[in-house]
Nanobody, 126 residues
Framework: EVQLVESGGGLVQAGGSLRLSCAAS????????IGWFRQAPGKEREGVSC????????TYADSVKGRFTISSDNAKNTVYLQMNRLKPEDTAVYYC???????????????????WGKGTLVTVSS
């Protein structure tokens, strides 16, 4: 059974930090690109960052460049999103998702993802 389980969300003040985790199972981790997406209330789901688990290449949305860092621990089948200098507009439900093959990491699109997690809520207070 394929599973993507997010954790690490919560309430933080503006300027603070959080680290999200995405634990994957049920598929060959190294063959997939793993991405983080978010959906704020009343808005469409958007891509935040994505990583190729085979070579570590990454891509970021302009809105998070320089503040967020994506990484993967292939021994643990886990992808992380370190979020620094958080802003109220970062408030959203954050989802991780996987797409085959790992070389598709640059797409950062909600369309065509093979597997999705259920999400974790991040709330940034002003």
């Amino acid at each position: 059974e394929v599973q993507l389980v997010e954790s690490g969300g919560g309430l933080v003040q503006a300027g603070g930090s959080l680290r999200l985790s995405c634990a994957a199972s049920g598929f060959r981790f190294d063959d997939y690109a793993i991405g983080w997406f978010r959906q704020a209330p009343g808005k469409e789901r958007e891509g935040v960052s994505c990583i190729s688990t085979s070579n570590g290449n990454t891509t970021y949305a302009d809105s998070v460049k320089g503040r967020f860092t994506i990484s993967s621990d292939n021994a643990k089948n886990t992808v992380y999103l370190q979020m620094n200098r958080l802003k109220p507009e970062d408030t959203a439900v954050y989802y991780c998702a996987a797409r085959w093959p790992s070389g598709s990491y640059y797409l950062l699109s909600v369309h065509g993802m093979d597997y999705w997690g259920k999400g974790t809520l991040v709330t940034v207070s002003s």
